[in-house]
C-alpha cells in the first residue's frame, strides 16, 4: 500500500465522518424549522425524539456489530436498564434540581452509568464466546434483564430509597413512592425528553464512536473483527478491547434509553424485548455494517415506515413486512448495489 | 376477498358520513399483535354503536377512526397524534392499560375527552380530570372478587395463578391479595407465568393442589385460561374456578370444550346471553357481522360510543365545536349523568373518571352463563 | 412423587421445544442460517391442522399430513422468494429478512384467521397413562411427541448419512466452494434443506398445539425462541443436540418454576443456557469449531 493511497484513505474516511455530521446537523435544523410552522404534523413532532433514540441505538450497536464484527440480540436490555435507571433518578432528583434540561443531562449520565456497569457484567461471559453462540447469549441476557425488572420494586420515603425482588416488599412510609412496581413498570415519569436533547445526545454518539474508530483501539476493533487469529498473534489483547467497545455501547444504548423513557408517562420492562433488539440491528443490517450515517438513516426511515402506513389499516404490518423484506433484497443484490454506489458522490476521489 | 370487500364498503361508509357534519371520534387499539383480540373486538362494538346512531338520523352524527398502537405505549402516542392529525374531537383512549397510560398523558395535556372502553388500571385515570373509564378500575375487581368468594362462603383456602409481566393482572391480584386476609381468606398458593412461558402450568396447578386450595383466582384473560381448565382435568384437579372480566369470551373460543369450563364463577359486567332488548340486539347485529359472540371488550366499545351520544346530547354539541369545549362539557355531563347501557345499568362515573356500576356475579353452567344471586 | 411428576411435565414440555428445535438445528447445521420464520411455519401448519380436522372433519392424521405438505410447499416458495436471492450475502442479511418473513407470516395468518384463539382438537385426544395408581400420569400428546421426535430423528440421521441427498447436504455444510466443485448443486441442497425443515415444522405445530391446545397467529414465535435457544444448548446443527437440549430446556423450566421461583423461572433457564455455553461454547452435543489459522 502506497503511502498516496493510506493518506486517500483517510480523507475519505473524513470525509464520510464530516458527512455524517453536516446530515445530522442539516436534518435537525430542518426538522426545527419545520416544527415551528404549521405544516409538521402532531405525528412527525411526536415521533422526533423517539426516532432520536432509536438512532443513538443504531449508532451504539453498530459499533458492536460494525466495527467489532460480533452479533449482539441482546441490545435493548441495555436500553431498559438505562431507561429504568434514568427515570428513577429523574424522580429522585425532581425535587432537588428543577432545570428540567439539567435533570435530564444527569439523569441520561446515570443512565450511561449503569448500562456500562451492565455492559461490563454480561461482558465478562458474553466476550468469551464466538459467533452464533455469543449472539445467543446476549439475547439470553436481554431476555434476564427483562425478567428480573419484571419483578423489581423500587420506592423512596424519607428514609431514603427502598427496593426487593419478587413482590413489594418496601414497606415505604407514609408519603413515599413506589417508583419500579414490578410488571407494571414506571407510571407518571414527567416528560422532560426534548429534540434538541435528542439531537445533542446523537452528535455525542457519533463523536464518541468516530473518535474510539478512528484511534488505536479502533484499529485494533477492525483487525479483531476482519482476522481475530492474526489480530491476537500480533499482541493484541482482544478481550480488552471487545469489552471496551463493548461497554461504551451499553453506556450510549443507556443513554437512548433514559431519553426515550422520558418521552413517554409510562415505561415497562417488557418494551425493550426481543422484538426491540431485532428492530434495531434492523437498522443497522440495512443501513449498513460499520455505517453511522446508514444505519442513522434506517431508523429514522424504519420508525416513520409503520405510521405512514396507517392508511391501509389492517394491512400496515403486513406491508411494513413486505417493504422490510424487499429491502433487504434489494440492498444485497449486486446490480442495485453498484447503482447505489455510483450514486454516492465520493466515490470517484476514492478511487483516484 | 370478502374481507377486503367489507373493507372498501367500510371506507366508503367513512367517506361518505365525512361530508355530513360529524363528530369525529378516534381511539387506538392493537389491531395486530399478540393483543389484537381484544383491540379488534372493542373496534368492531364501538363501529356497531356508531353505525346505529348514524343510521337513526338525530342530531348526533359520529366519524369513528381506529388506529393500531400493537399494545405498545410508544406506538399509541404514534397512533393518537395520527388520530390529532385526522381532527379528533373525542378520544376512546386505548383499549388496553399501558398504551391508554401514556394516551391519556397526551389527552390531559391536549385537552382532549377520553372514555376508554377497557384500560383498566388505575394510573389510566389518575391525576387526569377528562379521562374517564367504561370498565371496572383493576383494583375494584380484586376487592369486589375477594369480598364476593367470603361473603358467598365459597371457599377458605385460596390459589392465586397470575400473569407476571401483565398490568391488568398484576393489579387485581395486588388489591385481592391485600383484602383477602381481611374477610378471612387464605392464600395457600400464589404462583405465575408470563409470555413465553404461558403454556405450561402444571407446576402452579400441582402446588395449588397440594396446598389443599378449594378455590383457583384467575385474574386473567381467557387464553390462558382456557388452557388452565384444560390441565387441571387432564391431571384430575377440579377446585372452584374464580375468574374476572378478561375471563369473558371462553365459550366463544372456536372449539373450546366447554364442559371444561362448567362451574366456572366469573365477576363480568356484560353477559352476551342476557334477555334484555339492548343486549339481544347488539349480540345478534355482532354475530351477524363478524360470527362471532361479543366479549366485553365489544361491548364496552359499543357502551363507550352510546354514552359519548347521550352525554353530547345532554350537553347540546355541535360538531363544529373544538375539541377544549368539548372537552370542558364532556367532563361536566360524564360526572353528573346517569348511563344504561349493555355493560351495566345506572351507571355513573366518579370525578376522578372511575366508574360505578355492579359487577354482576356469574357461573358457566351447561356451557352458558348463569347468574349467580 | 410431586418430583416424579414435575419430571415428566418437564419432559412434555421439553418434547415439544425438541421437536421444534429439530427443524431449527437441521436448517441451520446445513444452510448455516438462524431461520427466525420457522416458529411462524410451526404456527401455518398448526392453522391448516386445525382447519382440516375442525372444519372439514377430517381424519387428525391426514389433517397433519395436508399440514406437511402446505408448509413444505410453503417453506419451497418462501426459500425461493426471499432467501435464495441473498445466497452469496451477509448472514445478517439473510437474518433480517428471515425475520421479515416470520412478520410477514404473522400478519397474514392475522388477516386470513382473525386475532381469536382457537382451540386445537388434539390429534389423538387428551388422554394419558395412567402410573402408580394415577398418582403419576403421563398424556398421550407426551408419548407421542417423544415417539415422534425419535423417529424424525433416527430418520434424519440415516437420511443424512445414508442417501445421495443427505451426503449432498453434509457436503454442503462441510465447505460449499468445495461441494460445488464436486458437481453438487448447492442451491438445489439448500433449497430441499428448507422443504424438509418446513415439513417437519407442519408436524411440530400439530404436537405444539395438540400439547397446548390454543392458536393464535403468535402461537409460534416465542416457542420458536425457547426452541432455537434448546437447539443451540443442545450445540446447533446437532441433531440429537436439539432433542437432548429441548428435553433439558423443559425439565430445567419446569423445575425452576417449582422449585426456584415461577416469577424468575426464564430468568433461571437462561442464566443456565450461558453457564453451559461458557463450559461448552459449542453446546452440549456440538462440534468444536476448528480454527482455520
Request: with cysteine.
Amino acid at each position: 500500500m502506497t503511502m498516496k493511497r493510506l493518506i486517500n484513505l483517510k480523507r475519505a474516511e473524513a470525509r464520510k465522518i464530516y458527512l455524517t455530521y453536516a446530515v445530522v446537523i442539516v436534518a435537525y435544523v430542518v426538522c426545527q424549522i419545520m416544527s415551528s410552522t404549521k405544516f409538521f404534523s402532531s405525528s412527525m413532532r411526536g415521533m422526533l425524539v423517539p426516532i432520536c433514540a432509536y438512532m443513538v441505538m443504531a449508532v451504539s450497536l453498530n459499533l458492536v456489530v460494525g466495527i467489532l464484527g460480533e452479533l449482539s440480540l441482546g441490545h435493548a436490555g441495555f436500553m431498559s436498564v438505562g431507561a429504568f435507571a434514568g427515570v428513577t433518578s429523574a424522580i429522585l432528583m425532581q425535587g432537588v434540581i428543577t432545570n428540567a434540561p439539567v435533570r435530564l443531562a444527569l439523569a441520561m449520565i446515570i443512565a450511561a452509568v449503569f448500562a456500562a456497569v451492565a455492559g461490563f457484567l454480561i461482558g465478562i461471559p458474553v466476550l468469551r464466546l464466538k459467533g452464533d453462540y455469543l449472539a445467543i447469549v446476549t439475547l439470553a441476557f436481554g431476555e434476564i434483564i427483562k425478567s428480573i425488572l419484571n419483578n423489581f420494586y423500587l420506592g423512596v420515603d424519607s428514609q431514603g430509597l427502598h427496593f426487593s425482588m419478587l413482590s413489594d416488599t418496601t414497606r415505604l412510609l407514609k408519603g413515599g413512592r413506589l417508583i419500579i412496581r414490578g410488571p407494571m413498570g414506571i407510571s407518571g415519569i414527567q416528560k422532560i425528553s426534548t429534540f434538541p436533547a435528542g439531537f445533542i445526545l446523537l452528535m455525542i454518539a457519533l463523536m464518541i464512536v468516530f473518535n474510539l474508530v478512528n484511534s488505536r483501539s479502533g484499529r485494533a476493533f477492525m483487525a479483531i473483527r476482519d482476522d481475530r487469529i492474526a489480530a491476537e498473534s500480533i499482541g493484541l489483547d482482544i478481550t480488552k478491547y471487545k469489552m471496551m467497545a463493548f461497554v461504551m455501547s451499553a453506556a450510549i444504548a443507556g443513554a437512548a434509553g433514559a431519553l426515550f423513557a422520558m418521552n413517554y408517562s409510562t415505561v415497562v420492562a417488557n418494551k425493550f424485548d426481543f422484538n426491540t433488539s431485532i428492530l434495531i440491528l434492523v437498522f443497522v443490517v440495512l443501513g449498513g455494517q460499520g455505517n453511522m450515517l446508514g444505519s442513522i438513516i434506517a431508523a429514522a426511515v424504519l420508525t416513520i415506515l409503520p405510521e405512514k402506513l396507517r392508511e391501509f389499516s389492517e394491512y400496515r404490518m403486513l406491508l411494513y413486512a413486505i417493504v422490510l423484506i424487499v429491502m433487504m433484497l434489494a440492498t444485497n443484490n449486486a446490480e442495485i448495489r453498484s447503482f447505489l454506489a455510483s450514486l454516492n458522490p465520493f466515490r470517484r476521489k476514492e478511487e483516484a | 376477498m370478502k374481507k377486503i370487500l367489507t373493507c372498501a364498503v367500510l371506507i366508503l361508509a367513512m367517506s361518505a358520513s365525512a361530508f355530513g357534519a360529524a363528530f369525529k371520534l378516534g381511539g387506538t387499539a392493537p389491531l395486530t399483535g399478540g393483543a389484537a383480540i381484544y383491540g379488534m373486538s372493542a373496534r368492531n362494538g364501538a363501529q356497531i354503536a356508531v353505525d346505529e346512531i348514524n343510521a337513526m338520523g338525530g342530531d348526533i352524527q359520529f366519524e369513528l377512526r381506529y388506529e393500531d398502537d400493537t399494545h405498545d405505549a410508544e406506538k399509541a402516542v404514534n397512533a393518537y397524534n395520527a388520530l390529532k392529525d385526522w381532527g379528533m374531537q373525542i378520544s376512546l383512549s386505548s383499549v388496553t392499560s399501558k398504551p391508554a397510560e401514556a394516551t391519556a398523558a397526551e389527552n390531559f395535556s391536549d385537552r382532549i375527552f377520553a372514555l376508554t372502553p377497557s384500560a383498566s388500571s388505575a394510573a389510566v385515570t389518575e391525576g387526569k380530570d377528562n379521562v374517564f373509564q367504561m370498565c371496572f378500575v383493576d383494583p375494584n375487581q380484586g376487592t369486589a372478587s375477594a369480598q364476593y368468594i367470603a361473603s358467598k362462603g365459597l371457599a377458605k383456602k385460596v390459589a392465586v395463578i397470575w400473569k407476571n409481566d401483565d398490568v391488568y393482572s398484576k393489579g387485581v391480584r395486588d388489591t385481592f391479595v391485600e383484602k383477602a386476609p381481611e374477610v378471612g381468606l387464605e392464600i395457600v398458593s400464589e404462583t405465575t407465568f408470563a409470555d413465553g412461558n404461558d403454556t405450561d402450568f402444571s407446576v402452579q396447578l400441582t402446588e395449588a393442589k397440594e396446598k389443599g386450595a378449594e378455590l383457583v383466582f384467575l385474574p386473567m384473560y381467557y387464553q390462558p385460561a382456557s388452557l388452565i381448565l384444560a390441565q387441571a382435568q387432564a391431571m384430575g384437579y377440579a377446585p372452584k374456578w374464580f375468574g374476572i372480566d378478561g375471563m369473558d369470551g371462553i365459550l366463544t373460543m372456536e372449539g373450546f370444550d366447554k364442559s371444561l369450563a362448567e362451574g366456572v364463577m366469573l365477576l363480568t359486567p356484560f353477559n352476551a346471553d342476557a334477555k334484555d332488548e339492548k343486549t339481544a340486539k347488539f349480540v345478534a347485529e355482532y354475530q351477524k357481522r363478524h360470527g362471532e359472540v361479543p366479549n366485553q371488550f365489544a361491548a364496552d366499545g359499543y357502551d363507550c360510543v352510546y354514552a359519548f351520544c347521550q352525554a353530547l346530547t345532554l350537553a347540546k354539541a355541535t360538531p363544529d365545536m373544538d375539541a377544549e369545549t368539548l372537552c370542558a362539557k364532556m367532563v361536566e355531563q360524564f360526572t353528573t349523568m346517569t348511563f344504561n347501557g349493555v355493560t351495566g345499568e345506572n351507571v355513573k362515573w366518579s370525578a376522578n373518571g372511575e366508574v360505578s356500576k355492579d359487577p354482576k356475579g356469574m357461573v358457566i353452567q351447561n356451557g352458558a352463563y348463569v347468574g349467580l344471586d | 412423587m410431586i418430583f416424579l411428576n414435575y419430571f415428566i411435565s418437564g419432559i412434555s414440555l421439553g418434547s415439544i421445544y425438541a421437536i421444534i428445535a429439530l427443524g431449527y438445528t437441521m436448517v441451520y447445521g446445513i444452510a448455516k442460517m438462524l431461520n427466525f420464520a420457522h416458529g411462524d411455519v410451526i404456527m401455518v401448519g398448526g392453522y391448516v391442522c386445525f382447519y382440516a380436522v375442525s372444519r372439514y372433519g377430517l381424519n387428525p392424521f391426514l389433517g397433519v399430513a395436508i399440514a406437511m405438505l402446505v408448509c413444505t410447499l410453503l417453506g419451497i416458495i418462501v426459500e425461493r422468494l426471499a432467501y435464495k436471492p441473498l445466497r452469496q450475502a451477509p448472514s445478517l442479511a439473510v437474518l433480517i429478512t428471515a425475520i421479515g418473513m416470520s412478520y410477514f407470516l404473522q400478519n397474514t395468518a392475522l388477516l386470513l384467521w382473525s386475532s381469536n384463539p382457537k382451540v386445537f382438537p388434539s390429534v389423538i385426544g387428551r388422554g394419558a397413562f395412567k402410573l402408580f395408581d394415577g398418582k403419576l400420569s403421563v398424556s398421550h400428546v407426551t408419548v407421542l411427541t417423544i415417539a415422534t421426535c425419535l423417529v424424525i430423528m433416527v430418520i434424519l440421521s440415516l437420511f443424512i448419512s445414508k442417501t445421495r441427498l443427505g451426503k449432498a447436504m453434509r457436503a454442503c455444510s462441510e465447505d460449499k466452494g468445495a461441494a460445488q466443485l464436486m458437481g453438487i448443486n448447492v442451491n438445489a441442497t439448500i433449497s430441499m434443506t428448507f422443504a424438509i425443515g418446513s415439513g417437519l415444522a407442519a408436524i411440530a405445530g400439530a404436537l405444539l398445539c395438540s400439547a397446548y391446545p390454543t392458536l393464535m397467529p403468535t402461537t409460534g414465535s416465542l416457542p420458536g425462541i425457547k426452541a432455537f435457544t434448546a437447539a443451540v444448548f443442545g450445540g446447533i446443527g446437532s441433531v440429537p443436540g436439539a432433542f437432548l437440549g429441548g428435553l433439558m430446556l423443559g425439565v430445567i423450566e419446569i423445575f425452576a418454576k417449582a422449585y426456584i421461583s415461577s416469577q424468575l423461572s426464564d430468568a433461571v433457564v437462561f442464566a443456565v443456557l450461558i453457564v453451559v455455553l461458557l463450559v461448552k461454547p459449542a453446546g452440549l452435543l456440538g462440534r468444536a469449531i476448528q480454527e482455520k489459522v
